[in-house]
């Protein structure tokens, strides 16, 4: 069965560190990929997409992820966290050519608190 | 550019009452999806439309449930009657297409609450 799973419901890091959130997929092909971000109160914002090509792709606010085939992963990651970082992540899968956004699977999200 | 617009953005009432979800999504997308999130169950889809014609109501949870989408810059989900565990954020998103490659853009929501 289709799947994503976030492993981690809660992380909390410094202001300044890295931060590294993790995804995993489970899929009968190679999926377009989605990271979002909801802020409180918000609807969920893309922060960037996966779709072909370059593994390792950039989106907004200084976020990046890469894909890794072999291990079924699409992790996020930030060299340096800002305090407005803190906020739910949420990764997404969804079907490559020829498939629908109907068929978008969200995981559960991380939620993410950062310390001053 | 004005993004996906939801109304009201919070909505509280007596479980029996019928409780109505605007949604006005980004000009010239033509795909609509509506989604619950609740912590229990995360963020479920609830419906799509495509064209303004529903595609798949398979996540709609009872016949309470009903949307609609009258024009390309328009849609309803209804509830009626409420009940206490409707609670929940509702999101409505629209997309330029259904294509895997089209991403969603989601509207704040509307936090629902039924006493």
């Known amino acids: 069965a289709q799947s994503v799973t976030q492993p981690d419901i809660h992380i909390t890091v410094s202001e300044g560190a890295s931060l590294e959130l993790r995804c995993n997929y489970s899929y009968g092909a190679t999926p377009y990929l989605f990271w979002y971000v909801q802020s409180p109160g918000q609807g969920l914002q893309l922060l960037l997409k996966?779709?072909?090509?370059?593994?390792l792709v950039q989106g907004i606010k200084g976020f990046e992820a890469e894909f890794k085939r072999s291990q079924s992963s699409f992790n996020l990651r930030k060299p340096s966290v800002h305090w407005s970082d803190a906020a739910e992540y949420f990764c997404?899968?969804?079907?490559?050519?020829?498939?629908?956004?109907?068929?978008?699977?969200f995981g559960k999200g991380t939620k993410l608190s950062v310390k001053p | 550019d004005a993004g996906v617009i939801q109304s009201p953005r919070h909505e509280v009432t007596e479980m029996g009452q019928e409780v109505t979800l605007r949604c006005k999504p980004i000009s010239g997308h033509n795909s609509l999806f509506w989604y619950r999130q609740t912590m229990m169950r995360g963020l479920e889809l609830l419906i799509y439309f495509n064209n303004n014609v529903p595609i798949d109501d398979s996540g709609m949870p009872e016949d309470r449930f009903s949307a609609k989408m009258p024009n390309a810059s328009f849609s309803t989900l209804k509830i009626q009657p409420s009940e206490p565990r409707d609670s929940a954020v509702y999101f409505c998103?629209?997309?330029?297409?259904?294509?895997?490659?089209?991403?969603?853009?989601f509207g704040d929501g509307t936090r629902l609450s039924i006493l």
């Open positions: 998103a629209s997309s330029l297409g259904l294509q895997g490659n089209q991403p969603q853009h």
């Open positions: 997404a899968v969804g079907p490559s050519y020829g498939g629908s956004q109907g068929n978008l699977i």
């Open positions: 996966y779709f072909s090509g370059d593994t």
